[in-house]
């Protein structure tokens, strides 16, 4: 299977860059803060271990190769500082390719909209990768994520998965850039 590679993308306020080793130790700074852990779990990685999972993501694809692998670095076009990552996980699921959806914003740059409008740039960029479904698994109480899927254009569904609420959307819907 060849997997689409993610390519740089911008909006008015963000440069997304496809994600390399080399961000590892920029990116150990912008994932510190513990409150980014409230909702998902786990502690701030240590330097060595971001390279380590970098150099996998990177590879753009899983190891069994059944899952394409899109992550990309959110900076601010102004300083060109990285303020967090927006990712895809692409799978086929009954002929179709479906995207999982990801994102985190640093808590310095949160409520201003740069998830939202970072996810939808890459939204828009999936749709022309034909990607037919969008999703996300986001806990429930977590309002600042389902204010991304909204924007997005996802919606709740019933269904549940490890404690998350499965969001979803098919292809057609536009995202909005808020």
């Given at each position: 299977?060849?997997?689409?590679?993610?390519?740089?993308l911008?909006?008015e306020?963000f440069?997304?860059?496809?994600?390399?080793v080399h961000h590892?130790?920029?990116?150990?700074?912008?994932l510190?803060p513990?409150?980014?852990y409230?909702?998902?779990?786990g502690e701030p990685?240590?330097?060595d271990?971001?390279?380590?999972r970098?150099?996998r993501?990177?590879?753009?694809?899983?190891p069994?190769?059944?899952?394409?692998?899109l992550?990309w670095i959110?900076?601010?076009?102004?300083?060109?500082?990285?303020i967090g990552?927006?990712?895809?996980?692409?799978?086929?699921?009954?002929d179709?390719?479906v995207?999982?959806?990801?994102?985190l914003?640093?808590p310095?740059?949160?409520?201003t909209?740069?998830a939202?409008?970072a996810?939808?740039?890459?939204v828009?960029?999936?749709?022309t990768?034909?990607v037919?479904?969008?999703?996300a698994f986001?806990?429930p109480?977590h309002r600042?994520?389902?204010?991304?899927a909204?924007n997005?254009?996802?919606r709740?569904t019933?269904?549940?998965?490890d404690?998350e609420r499965v969001w979803?959307?098919?292809r057609g819907?536009?995202?909005a850039?808020?």
């Open positions: 299977m060849t997997w689409p590679r993610a390519i740089e911008e909006t306020r440069s997304l860059e496809p994600l390399a590892a130790v920029e990116m150990t700074t912008v510190a513990l409150s980014l409230e909702y998902t779990g990685p240590t330097v271990s971001l390279r380590e970098y150099g993501q990177s590879a753009g694809h899983s069994a190769d059944d899952a394409g692998w992550n959110v900076r601010t076009t102004d300083t060109r500082g990285a990552y927006v990712q895809a996980t692409l799978t086929h699921e009954e179709e390719l995207a999982d959806l990801a994102w914003i640093t310095d740059a949160q409520r909209g740069a939202s409008e996810a939808a740039a890459m828009t960029w999936l749709n990768q034909e037919r479904r969008l999703r986001i806990r109480n600042a994520s389902s204010r991304v909204e997005l254009g996802l709740p019933e269904a549940m998965h404690g979803e959307a098919s819907g536009a995202p850039n808020n």
